[in-house]
């Protein structure tokens, strides 16, 4: 039963990356649109006040479920990897990873600059 919950959680772990992604280009998307709205000023501090919800929990769950799965990664992910030739995709994909989540985790800041959001 643990390791199906640790498969699960390690599935959740990429997905929420992916969530994490979603929710900045919709912000992105949403802040384009809204940008050359008049009710600009009205819209976007509530708006992005609860879509910056959304990626808080991610963020939270990559961290939560990273911690998990980093401290069962050699068992789990590695040593499997190693023995079906799989570790450069395996490299590749935490690199993609990693990457997506520093662009949401920028594109973040970057609208509470640009937006003037207060927590």
Same mark, same amino acid.
């Given at each position: 039963?643990?390791?199906? &919950? !640790?498969?699960?959680?390690?599935? #959740?772990?990429? !997905?929420? @990356? *992916?969530?994490?992604?979603?929710?900045?280009?919709? @912000? %992105?998307?949403?802040?384009? #649109?809204?940008?050359? /709205? +008049? @009710?600009?000023?009205?819209?976007? +501090?509530?708006?992005?006040?609860? !879509?910056? !919800?959304?990626? %808080?929990?991610?963020?939270?769950?990559?961290?939560?479920?990273? *911690?998990?799965?980093? %401290?069962?990664?050699?068992? #789990?992910e590695w /040593? +499997?990897?190693?023995?079906?030739?799989?570790?450069?995709? &395996?490299?590749?994909?935490?690199?993609? &990873?990693?990457?997506?989540? *520093? #662009?949401?985790?920028?594109?973040?800041?970057?609208?509470?600059?640009?937006?003037?959001?207060?927590?």
């Amino acid at each position: 039963m643990g390791k199906i &919950l !640790l498969m699960i959680s390690n599935y #959740f772990h990429d !997905l929420a @990356v *992916a969530l994490l992604a979603a929710n900045i280009f919709a @912000v %992105y998307i949403t802040g384009r #649109f809204l940008d050359r /709205n +008049p @009710v600009k000023d009205k819209i976007v +501090p509530r708006l992005f006040k609860k !879509l910056a !919800l959304v990626t %808080y929990a991610a963020f939270a769950y990559i961290i939560i479920g990273g *911690a998990v799965r980093a %401290y069962n990664f050699m068992d #789990f992910e590695w /040593n +499997p990897a190693v023995g079906k030739g799989q570790v450069t995709a &395996l490299i590749i994909k935490h690199i993609i &990873l990693f990457t997506v989540t *520093a #662009f949401g985790i920028i594109g973040h800041i970057r609208y509470h600059k640009r937006y003037g959001i207060s927590e």
